[in-house]
């Protein structure tokens, strides 16, 4: 890791391959379409974040996430929808269908971070967590525009499993752990 402090960390839920393929390429056929990629400059998987934290003892979140992770099985994911926040940062995401196992698995994990008093951003709070996969943020009006309509014409519904657990550090992105989920 670098000398500088991350901005945050982040607790995230993984795509198996082929849905993380998949995820890539209709993300690259909008790169061809005229959309000028941010975050495919980043580095970053395709993925549903359980956490988003600030200043906190990592060590300790990749520990909680280890154990947790050994707990949960592997969960169909479906994205079948696309969306945006109404934020000035432009976020345009894919929606996985918040079935009951991922909900369910959502707000295990944070009862356990609540009993160790590690907080997460409210945003990612059960109750009101909407969970997403980000498929560009940070765009211009006219390339978020163009991103929306893109997505009208051409998404289709991308389907597989969640697989894994990763902890990360961002801005840089930088990969700390990963934890396979149990089939």
Not at 57 to 82: G, H, N
Not at 92 to 114: A, G, M
Not at 138 to 158: R, T, V
């Amino acid at each position: 890791m670098t000398d500088q402090k991350p901005k945050g960390y982040a607790v995230q839920l993984y795509f198996d391959q082929k849905m993380e393929d998949d995820f890539f390429i209709f993300r690259e056929s909008l790169y061809k379409l005229g959309i000028n990629p941010v975050l495919g400059k980043l580095d970053d998987r395709p993925h549903v974040s359980l956490g988003v934290f600030g200043d906190v003892d990592i060590d300790r979140v990749v520990e909680i996430t280890s154990t947790f992770a050994r707990l949960c099985t592997q969960l169909p994911a479906q994205l079948d929808a696309f969306g945006a926040f109404p934020t000035s940062s432009n976020v345009l995401y894919l929606l996985p269908v918040p079935s009951q196992p991922l909900l369910k698995l959502h707000t295990q994990y944070h009862e356990i971070l609540q009993k160790e008093k590690i907080l997460s951003s409210h945003y990612y709070l059960p109750g009101q967590w909407v969970p997403h996969c980000t498929l560009e943020f940070e765009l211009s009006d006219e390339q978020f525009n163009l991103a929306f309509q893109l997505c009208k014409k051409h998404f289709s519904p991308i389907h597989g499993t969640f697989a894994s657990i990763g902890v990360i550090a961002f801005r840089p992105i930088i990969y700390l752990t990963e934890f396979s989920l149990p089939k």
